[in-house]
Structures are given as structure tokens and as C-alpha cells.
T-cell receptor, first 114, second 111 residues
Framework: EAQVTQNPRYLITVTGKKLTVTCSQN?????MSWYRQDPGLGLRQIYY???????DKGDVPEGYKVSRKEKRNFPLILESPSPNQTSLYFC?????????????FGPGTRLTVL | QQQVKQSPQSLIVQKGGIPIINCAYE??????FPWYQQFPGKGPALLIA?????SEKKEGRFTISFNKSAKQFSLHIMDSQPGDSATYFC??????????FGKGTMLLVSP
């Protein structure tokens, strides 16, 4: 089944404790992206990757890191999480980009930073 | 700076009604306008999309109307059903890489 998977689905952590949210897709997509969703703010793009080893900032990259060492994986790293990073996070992928073909979203990771 | 303004925030219609969700944008460089549907506990899913050289696009019961001069676009859901109850997001992009979303509209279709 073609899908985007994220792990963990739920995470409660404390301020300053490094964490990684994994994202994997099995559709051989070139493009991957991370978004955060907050009530009343919609979805905001954090980082995106057009291909392996190519990543760039979205609208809200502060406090986040990403890497793209393999085509299928695009982990999101919070090196020192803070309470304002409490949010619902979505990974997404598409064949070449956001405006050429369907972007598929993962099921989401709900993160709480205490 | 919000580049895509979406209204209303929430909407309640009766089954069979035609909910309309509106979006306005500022950046004339945007060249792709998708709508996403999100059910509780799920990720957004692409519903329908339009490019600025087309004024209307229909897919099943969903229609996008696009007004380039007014920099506005809207989603109409014909013969709405309770199963259409979800949050709807408009979005806009320029180029391949970035997507800017509206804040979302929570739609409830009552039986």
C-alpha cells in the first residue's frame, strides 16, 4: 500500500530533551516536506526537500533540523524542544513537488513539550 | 503576514445544501491553488486543485471557482452529505517547493 508513515504518533517530552520524528514513504517520491498544524493557524511549512541531500527552509524553520540521506526517509529533529513547539506535525511527499502532482500526507505526530 | 485568507472559520449546512468556502490571496506569483480535506485524526488529503488560466474546475460534487482579477477562489460542495463534514484548507503555491495554507474551515453537514 502506497503511504507515508510517521513515528511516533504521540510523544510527550520535556523542554530541552532532543527528539526525532521519523517519516518514511514507499512511493519513490523525490519531494518531501514537514508541516506543523496549530489551532487557528492552519498548516505551516517547516522544511522541505526536493531530493536526496537537498533541503531548504519553509516558513517556520526555527528550532528544527532535517536531513535527507535516503530518498524514502526525511526525519524531523528537535535538538532542544521548547513548549512553543507543542503541535501536530505532518510529513508529506509527492513525486516532484507541490504543484505538479498529488501531495500525500502522513497520519500526523502529536507532540507535547512540557 | 498571512498570504492566503480563508473564510468562514466554521460552517454548518443541512444535508443537500451547498456550502461555499472562500479564499483570497495577495501574491500574484501564486500559480497553483489546491484544496485539502482533513478528517479528525487524519492527515490532509488533496481534494481538487486549479491553475489561474482556468476559471472553474469540477470533480464530482466539488467545484473550484477562480477569479484571477479579484485574487479570490472558492470551493463549492454540491448536494453536501454528512460524510463531507471535515476541515477544509485552501492553499497556494508558486513553483515546486512551498505551499501556503489558509487557516481552515470546519464544515458540519447536518443530517
Amino acid at each position: 500500500e502506497a503511504q507515508v508513515t510517521q513515528n511516533p504518533r504521540y510523544l510527550i517530552t520535556v523542554t530541552g530533551k532532543k527528539l526525532t520524528v521519523t517519516c518514511s514513504q514507499n512511493m519513490n517520491h523525490e519531494y518531501m516536506s514537514w508541516y506543523r498544524q496549530d489551532p487557528g493557524l492552519g498548516l505551516r511549512q517547516i522544511y522541505y526537500s526536493m531530493n536526496v541531500e537537498v533541503t531548504d527552509k519553509g516558513d517556520v524553520p526555527e528550532g528544527y533540523k532535517v536531513s535527507r540521506k535516503e530518498k524514502r526517509n526525511f526525519p524531523l529533529i528537535l535538538e532542544s524542544p521548547s513548549p512553543n513547539q507543542t503541535s501536530l506535525y505532518f510529513c508529506a511527499s509527492s513525486l516532484y513537488g507541490v504543484n505538479t502532482d498529488t501531495q500525500y500526507f502522513g497520519p500526523g505526530t502529536r507532540l507535547t513539550v512540557l | 503576514q498571512q498570504q492566503v485568507k480563508q473564510s468562514p472559520q466554521s460552517l454548518i449546512v443541512q444535508k443537500g445544501g451547498i456550502p461555499i468556502i472562500n479564499c483570497a490571496y495577495e501574491n500574484t506569483a501564486f500559480d497553483y491553488f489546491p484544496w485539502y480535506q482533513q478528517f479528525p485524526g487524519k492527515g490532509p488529503a488533496l481534494l481538487i486543485a486549479i491553475r489561474p488560466d482556468v476559471s472553474e474546475k469540477k470533480e464530482g460534487r466539488f467545484t473550484i471557482s477562480f477569479n484571477k482579477s479579484a485574487k479570490q477562489f472558492s470551493l463549492h460542495i454540491m448536494d453536501s452529505q454528512p460524510g463531507d463534514s471535515a476541515t477544509y484548507f485552501c492553499a497556494a503555491s508558486m513553483g515546486y517547493s512551498t505551499l501556503t495554507f489558509g487557516k481552515g474551515t470546519m464544515l458540519l453537514v447536518s443530517p
